[in-house]
């Protein structure tokens, strides 16, 4: 599977950006996509992640509510919906594949297989 997420860039807070991650390879091996986010000297976390046949979605409590996951299996695409952006959503988005993850597992990046180039979001005050 590879994987390749667009649609970063520079936002000012409060504003919105979708991020796309479109999927190529053996995609109907995905059990669950998710999105994971790196600051600057930060560890790497977990932000939402979709059931890839079922739409079933999962969120950090930390975006829960402003970001909104979805798929498109038509197009083999996740995307990411970022609204009411904040300084603190700075980091470089990387969107990932866990062919046999289980739901406990979902919000380890440990659990992803597969793993985009990343894309950088940055959120000015």
């Known amino acids: 599977v590879q994987l390749q997420a667009s649609g970063g860039g520079l936002v000012q807070a409060g504003g919105s950006l979708r991020l796309s991650c479109l999927a190529s390879g053996r995609t109907s091996s995905s059990r669950y996509m998710g999105w994971f986010r790196q600051a600057p000297g930060r560890e790497r976390e977990f932000v939402a992640a979709i059931n890839w046949s079922g739409g079933h979605t999962y969120y950090a409590d930390s975006n829960k509510g402003r970001f909104t996951v979805s798929r498109d299996k038509a197009k083999n695409t996740m995307y990411l919906q970022m609204n009411s952006l904040k300084p603190e959503d700075t980091a470089v988005y990387y969107c990932?594949?866990?062919?046999?993850?289980?739901?406990?597992?979902?919000?380890?990046?440990?659990?992803?297989?597969?793993w985009g180039q990343g894309t950088q979001v940055t959120v000015s005050s």
């Open positions: 990932a594949s866990a062919p046999s993850a289980i739901l406990s597992s979902i919000r380890l990046s440990g659990s992803y297989s597969y």
